[in-house]
């Protein structure tokens, strides 16, 4: 058995978002966001129907959901403000007052509770009148929008929250719905893509320049879910050259603007080649290298792997990433049964070297780690308490290898799972669970802790845990 303590002040929390947990009540008509729109578009898509409308209803339970936040050791919570419940006028940035006084409450209610709150401004949340009118993040327009509405919030809250995220994943939606089509609105055009990916880093460099303008204490940066890349091979050169593609656009196409203030120009190369490029100022890339990041969060559940493309790329085809690449699938790997996805603990501890080696050791903190799991219910003990002691497990394998990297110099600040409550996520819904806290929505949208929450807590009060090995490595 080896035995891990958790350093002083090393940050101990969990992160959700507005539309995931809020639901509609309280909004005012027509105040939709991109998500709302992806469910209204094809509802069928998702698990059971199940969408936003009333996510985990925390608009009405959010008092006694922050209690018992407090009771399953959450430290600090992360959540998001939803811009189209915050702001009334989204291209004058007026504030919604009604709106503004459930975050006032939730904020309030934390810090009473002795809970730090992290505040991001986007979670996906985009108005829909923005996409529809303008195009979203490829408007330069609606990146002013989008400036206006994160200057309301830092006034508002500048004296409540220390930790400010400007977005949190902001590659998910334009590659799932503008490059990949999985999502609506299921369209395959990478060029607008990077238009969005753009943007959306010209929205974090000019919030991150307001933020300072404004003189508020405290750090901001942004939420990235880099993919992980490993190459099938090291030896082979069309692998090597597999995994560097992949890797500039899943990893670095966020990270080198957002923490160097460039763009690699490997990728810019490469974009130009295919026709890709974004439209840019060259006094909006100045911006964006003078408003790098403070802090970055770092969410994490598997990693990339991937080898040399075996087959001739169609060039009729709109381009994609994957003309350079595709997945490898390593055998023997450990999956999640349920999910799909591969278990690698020991990626959490290669993104810490990464960091510190390639990034100058950047403040930085897990923001979302987890495992999800379906039909929890048949681990059930006779109790009513879920005994998901394989969540116990994940969470441990993953602290260790990360606590093993903070030994070794990684300036990790923190540990935020994905989720205390089970909630719904895009077309997912409620089939595969997350939380520490089991959701009820037969009986009331119940709360019930699970073995995990209870362990969470105790990790919380001995900051410590003892784990019986870590598993060898694989590549």
């Known amino acids: 058995m080896t035995l ?28 939709d966001h991109f998500v709302d729109m992806m469910y209204k578009a094809a509802p069928e898509r998702w698990h059971n129907g199940i969408g936003p409308a009333i996510a985990t209803d925390f608009y009405h339970k959010w008092e006694s959901d922050i209690e018992l936040m407090a009771k399953s050791g959450m430290e600090t919570v992360r959540t998001s403000v939803d811009w189209t419940r915050f702001i009334d006028n989204y291209e004058q940035g007026t504030v919604n007052e009604d709106g503004a006084r459930f975050y006032d409450q939730v904020i309030d209610g934390l810090l009473k509770h002795g809970i730090e709150p992290m505040i991001c401004l986007e979670h996906w949340e985009l108005p829909v009148s923005l996409y529809e009118k303008y195009g979203g993040y490829a408007s330069s327009f609606v990146v002013d929008c989008y400036v206006k509405f994160a200057e309301k919030v830092f006034e508002r ?25 999985f999502w609506y609105p299921y369209r395959s055009d990478t060029k607008v893509a990077m238009q969005w990916i753009y943007g959306k880093i010209l929205c974090n460099a000019k919030a991150i320049k307001r933020f300072r303008q404004m003189n508020i204490s405290g750090s901001i940066g942004i939420i990235l879910n880099p993919a992980l890349v490993y190459g099938r091979s090291t030896d082979n050169p069309q692998d090597v050259q597999a995994q560097k593609i992949a890797d500039l656009f899943y990893w670095r196409s966020f990270m080198d603007p957002c923490i160097k203030g460039e763009f690699p120009l490997e990728l810019i190369e490469l974009l130009e080649k295919e026709a890709c490029m974004f439209t840019y100022r060259e006094e909006d890339l100045q911006i964006i290298k003078e408003n790098t990041i403070d802090i970055l969060g770092m969410n994490y559940y598997q990693p990339m792997r991937v080898m040399a493309q ?24 450990k999956v999640n049964p349920w999910r799909g996805w591969e278990i690698y603990p020991q990626g959490i501890y290669d993104i810490a070297m990464r960091i510190k080696l390639e990034y100058d050791n950047i403040p930085w903190l897990i923001s979302e780690n987890g495992m999800g799991v379906e039909d929890e219910g048949r681990y059930r003990d006779a109790s009513g308490i879920i005994q998901d002691d394989y969540r116990i497990e994940f969470m441990k394998e993953h602290l260790a290898y990360l606590l093993n990297s903070v030994s070794e110099g990684s300036n990790c600040k923190g540990y935020m799972v994905w989720n205390w409550l089970d909630n719904i996520s895009p077309v997912n819904s409620l089939k595969n669970r997350y939380g520490l806290v089991e959701l009820d929505p037969e009986h009331n949208y ?4 699970k073995k995990s929450g209870e362990w969470f807590k105790r990790l ?16």
């Open 4 to 31: 891990y303590t958790l350093p002083k002040d090393f940050l101990l929390g969990a992160s959700f978002s507005a539309w995931q947990t809020e639901g509609w009540a309280g909004k005012k008509e027509k105040c």
């Open 157 to 181: 809250y500048r004296n409540k929250v220390k930790y400010w995220w400007t977005f949190n994943e902001p590659i998910v939606i334009p590659q799932l719905c503008f490059m990949d089509g």
């Open 310 to 333: 075996r087959f001739q790329w169609n060039e009729t085809a709109p381009f994609h990433p994957g003309k350079y690449f595709e997945e490898y699938n390593l055998q023997g790997k």
């Open 446 to 449: 119940a709360r019930i802790m």
């Open 460 to 475: 919380h009060d001995a900051r410590q845990f003892q784990i019986d090995s870590l598993e060898k490595e694989y590549r």
